[in-house]
Every structure is written in C-alpha cells, then in structure tokens.
C-alpha cells in the first residue's frame, strides 16, 4: 500500500478490568497498537466517535454489565464504523456444551469471535491477524476512494480501461477536454469511439504493442472529440497488473499539448522520446541513483536534467535509425523486464556495443609474447590506429617508386596450347591441395600467375562468362603478372598464383560452389590474381611511417589494399588489348568490380576479427543451430537459405579470400616452410630498412640476427589461423588443409623446443 498508514488504534470494551482485558492491553503494546479503554457503551461510543478505531475488542462474558450485542449495535450505528473491525470476546463453553452458533454476533456487526484467552500471546496473534486481514483490506479500500477523490479534482483528463479496453472510469477533467459525458463513455470499447485521422497510420499499432507488453507508452496523440475536433494532447499510458500478475487495466493520463504552452519544452522532452529510449532513461536511473522518470521530469528547474533530456529528444527526432541504434533499444526494452543481474550484464553489452572497435580483440597481454605483439602490432595496425605521437617520422622520397610495370621480359606469349608439355604436366595436378607452385615458379621461371592463370580461369568459363578472348586473357595475366615485384622474397607472383590456387580449391568445394554464382566466382578468381599487385614488399605501417606516397594518398588508411584495387583496374582499362571487362555490360562491369574491391579490400588485416566474426556469427552458428535442430544431418533448405543470402555471399567471399591469403601455414610441411622463409626474409629486409632510414621498427622481433622463426610462426597460427580455419573448414570441409595445419604446427613447435634446449645450459655434472 502506498498510503503511509498510522499506528493502528484499538478500542477495548471491558466493563471491568481482569486478566482478559490486560492480556488485550499488553498484546496491543507488543503489536505498537494503540489502545484506549472503555468501561461503559456510552463511554465506548464516544471514544469511538473521537479516534475512530480500527479494531474495536467487545467483553461478551459477562452480560449482567452490558449487552454485547447492543454495544456493538451502538458502534456500528455510527459513520466511521463502516471500516471498522468489531471482535466479540465470548465465554469458553464446557467441553460436552455445543458450540454455539456465531450467526447472532455476525448479526450484530461484529466481525469475529474470539473464545476467551487470557494469554497474551493469544490477544496477540488474534488482533495481527486481524490487522493483516480486515483492517490491511480496508485501509485499501479508503486509500482507494482517496485517490478517485484525487483523480474526480485533478486538472490532467484521466481515463481507465480494462484489458480489453473497455472504458471503466473517466474523470470530470476528461469530460471536460473530449466534450463527452461519463454516461456515453463507460462500457464502450476504445475502437467504437471516432478517432482522429491526423495520427500517423502505425501510431496505434505501435502504443499496443507497447503497452500491452506491460510497458509505459508515452507521446503526442490526436483525440478527436464529440464534437469531431481533434485535439493535440500529450498521453502517457500505463498498464495497472492485477490479479494473477496480469495486465487488468490501463490508466491514461491526458494534457493538451501546445507548441506555444510554456511548459511544453519539458513535454516535449518526454514525449519525443520513444517508449524504449524512456524505459531506459528510468531504468539506468533505478539502479543508479534511485531516480525515476517521472522525478527526473519533474526536476524542471535542474539545468542538467533537462539537457540530457533534451539532448536525447534531438537524437530521437531522427527519422532514420541506424540499426545500431535498434539493437541498443531492443536491449534497452529487455532490461526493462530483467532481474537486476540480467540488465547489469546487458548494460555491460551496451558499452561493448557502442565502441567502435567491435571486431577487434583487445589484446590482453602484451608483453607476454613479442612474436605476437610484433604481428599484430605490424600486421594489424595502419598509420592511424598504430602511430602515436613521435613515433610518426615523415621522411621524404624514402620510398622509391620503383618502375612497376615492367612487361618486357615477358616477351614470349603462351596460349594454353603452347604450354611446354613439362608445365602443361605439372598443370594437370592443380585441381589438388598439395600442388606444387614452388615447382611451377621454377618451370616456368617466376612466372606462375601467367600459366596457372590461364588454366583455372580456363577451367572455371572466365573467358565465355566476360565474353573476351583467351589472348585478352593471357594479355591481362601478363600485365598484372608484371606488376609484382620479382624482388620481393614473398610479396611476387608466386603469392598471388599461390593465393589463386587456393581461391579455385576452395570454389570447387561443394558448400562454396553451392553458395556463390558464377559471377561470384569470376570476381574471386580476379580478385586472387590482383590481391597484392605491386605489393612494394613493406607493410602499411612501414608504408605510413616513411610517409610514402601511397599512404599519403589513401590518408594511412588501408594503404596497400587500396592500392592493390585501384591499380588492378587501372592496369586493366588502361589498353584494349588486356581488357579483361571491355565486352561485359555497364550493370555487370559495377557489379563486378564492387565485388573485386571489396574482396581485395577484405585481404587487409586490420579488419581480420571482424570479417572472421561475421562470418562465425552470421553463417556457421546460425547453419550449426540448423543442423542440431533437424533430424536430418544432411544439408537443407534452412542452410541453404542463409548461405545464399545477398550478405552472406559477401561474408563467404572475404573469409575464402582471407583463407587463400594465408593458407601457407596449411600447405605440406615443404612448401609451408618454404613460405615461412619467404615471408620472414621480407619482415628482414624491412627491418633493415627501417634501421637504415631511422623508421621506427614496426616489428623487432624480425630481425635477421635475433629472430626465432619457429615461434613467429607459432605465434601466427595460434593468432590469426587456427579460429579462422576451424571457421572455413566448419563450412567449407577441408579435413586435409586441417591435417596440414597441424602437422605444421608440431613441426613448428618440435624445432623451437629443439633450439630452447640446445640454448640451454647443459644440467650441472
Ligand atoms: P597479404 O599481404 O595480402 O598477403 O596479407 C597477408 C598477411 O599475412 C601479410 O601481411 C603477410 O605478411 C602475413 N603472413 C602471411 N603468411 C604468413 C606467415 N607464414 N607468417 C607470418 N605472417 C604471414
Ligand atoms: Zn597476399
């Protein structure tokens, strides 16, 4: 009860005092009643008539002194007795005596019978059942006319329906504003009444939903009255729970709202504010600082209440909701109707949600191993989210621009019919994962992209698809072949005939090729023969840090990867004769090519987590979810639909790019470890250079004189490879890729407990 109640008063009716009435007096002192006595009815009704007593205890022993009944007759009598609990005190009868009836008493207006007991916790027990019972229901039922008194004198119209909407009460105020009399009102439903058409078409909608889930709903509405104006007002409904935990009634409250009312800016604050954001506004209040909304709005005259209030508006009055910003009030609504440990958790979801940086794992430990400190600070970090203060070193013309595009020592053409047979050999092995691209760089004397080109995009109907001829595509090969550095100890064209390779071994698997169109599969295979073009052999961050053009071109910000995208596209328009696209329409050439930038794009590895996360959320859980839940383990229409989805094709288009980027440590232990020593010499070099020039070194442990290759490389699979392969190969169903990784990985881990021990002191003699 939300009335705060007085001490209860108790009245004691004893004509004389004995172990009874004393039993009475010290019960009430121990339940903190208070008591009065009376010795005669007279005295009674007057003591009565004065305090107006909650319970009222009647001696009924003894009827040579008064009456019971008549004294009771008397009390009830009275006005204030209407609330008032009468307790008859009657004799205790033999035990062979029948109990007498207690119809009589209840004709007189007692409330209850008690046989006497002068134990004083018996008068105890008696008058707080009592007070728990009776007196709790009637205090009730005054505080209940109490409030309606409230609501008949209030200024605000004031209208109660039940569950089904059906009005039950509307105050004069109400009356007053919509021009109705109550008597037109109650017992009709909301929907039998005219509405007002200024409303937007979804507003009712939207204040069911709201409400009849057991939240506030507030906001402007149009009220049409009877006389079929409509008026503005501000609406604030709550649903009332009762009985049964449910959803009884629903209490609106109405003002008129007015642009010009002085008030309204406060309105205003309250009623741009949609349902959710306001339950969240009072739910953060209730476990912060114990201030809920109506008080907050109520605190006016503070500055900043009102700011935060307003601020808030501004925000809402945005017609366009970022979904960002629907998964923040969807949670917000669930902490609503959430145990206090729940909505905790959930608030700690909402400061993880509204940083940017949702991908990224924080790294927690960093100085614990500097082989994966070094990786992922020089592997995941570009010129903006790496470079801090003085470590940013702007050193002009550092970076050479070598000449890229040198063709001419590509002077002998090949079609795939003047293959050397010896090559064209070793080609027929490409469709398996243990390929040797070491072998064919050697044939085909660094020149692997051009052979191996012709063949996989040959076998996947590239040319029939883009409508070119294969001299068009041997051309295109050329060029792009061209531009990789020959130079770079693994940034050449091995790589990116590497990364083809894997591209079109994993487009060949059944999930994949089930999941993708064949455009999709064009685009992959460009996007594998362009990924690294004119890869300069340094990362980004050494990129940024010697303020090289290029970074200063694409503002530190996916260096490389922009420029590998950019330039592939330039090379390829830039003569009809390599012009892979020129004979697709407009519509396929955009499509195309959006889906080669963003693949290419997705190679860089400052977003590795994101574009992993994704992928493990958007498509192995929900096709994981699937699987469980059918009988049926084989694959079904349910995962058939989240693999072709729009989204997912893209998500499933960056993880094969990223795999078939980084697949060495997945390759046989020969060509794993050949790569290993590639990427390592180039880390070298750059190392050297950054010593050279006075950079900062973006990755120290790569030193030539110091460095431990087995545990980089450990340190590369446990970080970037080992969650990103379980991932593909939960999809995509590489056991053999798997078995590779982790054969590399003992090997790997062996060589480095080798070299730990032979470092090692030898054990005292
Ligand atoms: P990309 O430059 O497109 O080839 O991106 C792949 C990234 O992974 C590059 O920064 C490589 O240097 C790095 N990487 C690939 N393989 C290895 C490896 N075995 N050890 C360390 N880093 C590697
Ligand atoms: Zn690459």
């Given at each position: 009860m939300r009335l705060t109640q007085e001490p209860i008063q108790v009245l004691l009716v004893f004509a004389k005092e004995d172990s009874q009435s004393d039993a009475f007096w010290w019960a009430c002192d121990r339940a903190g009643f208070r008591c009065n006595i009376a010795r005669t009815p007279e005295s009674a009704v007057e003591c009565f008539l004065?305090?107006?007593?909650?319970?009222?205890?009647?001696?009924?022993?003894?009827?040579?002194?008064?009456?019971?009944?008549?004294?009771?007759?008397?009390?009830?009598?009275t006005k204030p007795?209407?609330?008032?609990?009468?307790?008859?005190?009657?004799?205790?009868?033999?035990?062979?005596?029948?109990?007498?009836?207690?119809?009589?008493?209840?004709?007189a207006g007692f409330s209850r019978r008690y046989v006497e007991n002068s134990s004083v916790s018996a008068c105890y027990n008696e008058l707080i059942q009592i007070e728990h019972g009776e007196v709790r229901c009637q205090f009730k039922l005054r505080a209940c006319n109490s409030v309606f008194t409230a609501l008949e004198h209030c200024q605000e119209a004031v209208e109660i329906t039940s569950e089904d909407h059906v009005i039950q009460y509307v105050n004069p105020a109400f009356e007053r504003m919509m021009g109705y009399h109550k008597g037109e009102l109650i017992g009709k439903e909301l929907t039998e009444l005219p509405k007002s058409d200024k409303n937007r078409a979804d507003l009712l909608d939207t204040i069911n939903t709201c409400i009849k889930k057991g939240k506030e709903w507030q906001g402007i509405y149009y009220a049409r009255k009877k006389s079929g104006d409509s008026i503005q007002q501000h609406v604030?409904?709550?649903?009332?729970?009762?009985?049964?935990?449910?959803?009884?009634?629903?209490?609106?409250?109405?003002?008129?709202?007015?642009?010009?009312?002085?008030?309204?800016?406060?309105?205003?604050?309250?009623?741009?504010?949609?349902?959710?954001?306001?339950?969240?506004?009072?739910?953060?209040?209730r476990r912060k600082d114990s201030v809920d909304a109506r008080s907050l709005s109520s605190r006016g005259s503070d500055g900043k209440t009102n700011r935060r209030y307003s601020s808030v508006a501004r925000i809402h009055s945005m017609t366009i909701e970022a979904p960002i910003t629907k998964v923040i009030n969807i949670i917000n609504a669930a902490q609503e109707s959430s145990p206090v440990t729940v909505a905790e958790a959930l608030d700690r979801v909402l400061e993880i949600l509204r940083t940017t940086e949702l991908y990224s794992p924080q790294l927690a430990s960093k100085e614990d191993d500097p082989h994966t400190n070094d990786l992922v600070g020089g592997l995941m970090s570009d010129g903006l989210r790496r470079l801090s203060g003085n470590e940013y070193v702007f050193s002009k013309s550092t970076f050479q621009r070598t000449s890229y595009y040198i063709t001419d020592h590509l002077a002998i053409p090949v079609t795939?019919?003047?293959?050397?047979?010896?090559?064209a050999e070793m080609l027929d092995d490409e469709e398996r994962w243990e390929f040797n691209i070491l072998e064919l760089e050697a044939a085909t004397h660094?020149?692997?992209?051009?052979?191996?080109?012709?063949?996989?995009?040959?076998?996947?109907?590239?040319?029939?698809?883009?409508?070119?001829?294969?001299?068009?595509?041997?051309?295109?090969?050329?060029?792009?072949?061209?531009?990789?550095?020959?130079?770079?100890?693994?940034?050449?064209?091995?790589?990116?005939?590497?990364?083809?390779?894997?591209?079109?071994?994993?487009?060949?698997?059944?999930?994949?090729?089930?999941?993708?169109?064949?455009?999709?599969?064009?685009?992959?295979?460009?996007?594998?023969?362009?990924?690294?073009?004119?890869?300069?052999?340094?990362?980004?961050?050494?990129?940024?840090?010697?303020?090289?053009?290029?970074?200063?071109?694409?503002?530190?910000?996916?260096?490389?990867?922009?420029?590998?995208?950019?330039?592939?596209f330039q090379l390829t328009v830039r003569d009809s004769k390599s012009n892979i696209f020129k004979n697709i329409d407009r519509n396929q050439f955009r499509t195309?090519?959006?889906?080669?930038?963003?693949?290419?794009?997705?190679?860089?590895?400052?977003?590795?987590?994101?574009?992993?996360?994704?992928?493990?959320?958007?498509?192995?859980?929900?096709?994981?979810?699937?699987?469980?839940?059918?009988?049926?383990?084989?694959?079904?229409?349910?995962?058939?639909?989240?693999?072709?989805?729009?989204?997912?094709?893209?998500?499933?288009?960056?993880?094969?790019?990223?795999?078939?980027?980084?697949?060495?440590?997945?390759?046989?232990?020969e060509l794993c470890i050949e790569w290993a020593g590639r990427i390592s010499e180039e880390y070298f070099a750059q190392t050297d250079e950054e010593k050279r020039q006075g950079l900062p070194v973006v990755?120290?442990?790569?030193?030539?004189?110091?460095?431990?290759?087995?545990?980089s490389q450990i340190s590369f699979i446990d970080y970037f490879i080992t969650d990103m392969f379980d991932a593909w190969d939960a999809f995509a169903s590489l056991p053999g890729l798997m078995e590779h990784l982790s054969e590399n990985y003992k090997y790997w881990k062996n060589l480095d407990e080798m070299k730990c021990k032979s470092l090692r002191p030898p054990p005292p003699p």
């Open positions: 004065d305090k107006h007593h909650e319970i009222v205890v009647i001696d009924g022993r003894h009827s040579r002194y008064f009456e019971p009944e008549a004294v009771c007759r008397l009390i009830r009598a007795s209407e609330n008032t609990v009468l307790l008859a005190v009657v004799p205790q009868k033999p035990p062979d005596q029948e109990e007498p009836s207690v119809l009589p008493l209840l004709c604030k409904i709550t649903p009332v729970i009762g009985q049964g935990g449910k959803i009884r009634h629903f209490v609106a409250i109405k003002r008129p709202h007015s642009d010009n009312n002085k008030q309204v800016s406060q309105c205003e604050l309250t009623v741009l504010t949609p349902p959710t954001e306001c339950h969240s506004l009072r739910h953060r209040d795939l019919n003047d293959v050397p047979p010896s090559i660094k020149r692997p992209l051009t052979y191996l080109g012709l063949k996989i995009f040959t076998g996947f109907g590239v040319c029939e698809f883009l409508s070119c001829s294969e001299a068009t595509l041997r051309s295109w090969l050329q060029v792009i072949e061209g531009s990789y550095h020959a130079s770079n100890s693994y940034h050449n064209s091995t790589h990116a005939a590497d990364v083809l390779h894997a591209t079109a071994y994993f487009l060949r698997k059944e999930r994949v090729k089930s999941s993708l169109d064949q455009l999709d599969e064009v685009a992959a295979l460009i996007a594998a023969t362009v990924h690294d073009v004119d890869h300069p052999g340094r990362t980004n961050s050494f990129l940024c840090n010697a303020g090289s053009e290029l970074a200063i071109l694409y503002n530190d910000t996916a260096v490389l990867e922009s420029h590998h995208a950019a330039l592939a195309l090519r959006q889906a080669i930038i963003d693949m290419v794009l997705a190679t860089e590895m400052t977003r590795h987590f994101e574009h992993v996360n994704k992928f493990v959320n958007s498509i192995n859980k929900p096709m994981a979810a699937i699987e469980e839940s059918s009988s049926n383990s084989s694959d079904c229409e349910g995962q058939a639909n989240i693999r072709n989805s729009p989204e997912n094709r893209l998500l499933i288009k960056r993880m094969m790019i990223k795999c078939a980027d980084v697949a060495n440590p997945c390759r046989p232990l990755m120290p442990v790569f030193d030539r004189n110091t460095c431990s290759v087995p545990k």
